[in-house]
């Protein structure tokens, strides 16, 4: 399982760069790279994480958050924000695989998912290949009501339990996945209407505050590196908007209930 998922940050940095005009992101000071030793004696691992920062034309940010900690703890977390001028859905894919198990998530998750127009625009382009692999990734289970909103019909869910299906069919996904969103950053035209603008940046901010809020993967960015690095990291690059758009952290807080 060692370095399980680089060859799937090979590939998207490979497709980005084919098909985007790409700029560095800035990663803040401190997150680039951290390193920490957990366990003890013979389970003794090194966890290293990674963190990669493009920006393009159509889009905010490109990220990706690159957890390697040898056999036990695999990770790697891709979102791409769109700019606020365009209702493109965010592209998200989180991997991870744990001794018992992978768990896996590939996205094109709505700003409206609600909204007949919008599913038709977004959800419906990449309906075929959720169709094609879904026999082969079957759903993997129940997830909270409250995140339902914040994914499509075409959410592709699973739990494989063996390696190789993770390297040959959900690398495929991902493949098919990343290249569709890709088509639909090319064919996007800005957003003119104020009113509209602002309903993309209202629904980013409930996804970006959603999903800062339950980052599943708190608790382990704690445990590996402490609660400040975690935090700091969790607003300060993984999702952003809020310092972006300079809203302070009691306003974010309040706007969240």
Same mark, same amino acid.
């Given at each position: 399982m060692m370095n399980l998922y680089q060859p799937f940050l090979d590939e998207a940095?490979?497709?980005l760069s084919a098909r985007l005009k790409l700029e560095p992101y800035p990663i803040p000071e401190g997150f680039g790279k951290k390193v920490a030793t957990v366990g003890k004696g013979k389970k003794q691992e090194?966890?290293? /994480? /990674?963190?990669?920062?493009?920006?393009?034309?159509?889009?905010?940010?490109?990220?990706?958050?690159?957890?390697?900690?040898?056999?036990?703890?695999?990770?790697l977390n891709l979102v791409i924000f769109p700019q606020l001028n365009y209702d493109l859905p965010f592209f998200g894919a989180d991997l991870v695989s744990l001794?018992?198990?992978?768990?896996?998530?590939?996205?094109?998750?709505?700003?409206?998912r609600d909204d007949p127009s919008y599913r038709a625009k977004y959800t419906e382009p990449i309906w075929g290949i959720y169709e094609?692999?879904?026999?082969?990734?079957?759903?993997?289970?129940?997830?909270?009501?409250?995140?339902q909103p914040f994914f499509s019909p075409a959410f592709l869910w699973t739990r494989p339990k063996k390696t190789e299906v993770v390297q040959t069919r959900v690398f495929e996904a991902f493949k098919e996945y990343l290249a569709a969103y890709l088509e639909l950053v090319e064919g996007a035209q800005p957003v003119s209407d104020r009113e509209q603008r602002e309903r993309?940046?209202?629904a980013q901010l409930r996804y970006l505050r959603y999903r800062a809020e339950k980052d599943p993967a708190?608790?382990?960015?704690t445990r590996?590196?402490?609660?400040?690095? /975690?935090?700091?990291?969790?607003?300060?690059?993984?999702?952003?908007?809020?310092?972006?758009?300079?809203i302070s952290q009691r306003e974010g807080a309040i706007a969240n209930g």
């Open positions: 940095i490979a497709q090194v966890v290293v /994480t /990674t963190s990669y920062g493009f920006a393009a034309p159509k889009l905010r940010q490109i990220r990706a958050a690159h957890v390697q900690g040898g056999e036990s703890l695999q990770v001794p018992g198990g992978h768990l896996i998530a590939l996205d094109m998750q709505p700003l409206f094609r692999h879904k026999p082969h990734l079957p759903w993997g289970g129940d997830f909270p009501a409250e995140a993309i940046k209202q708190r608790g382990m960015f590996f590196y402490g609660a400040e690095w /975690t935090e700091e990291y969790i607003h300060g690059f993984l999702f952003d908007l809020e310092r972006f758009l300079g």
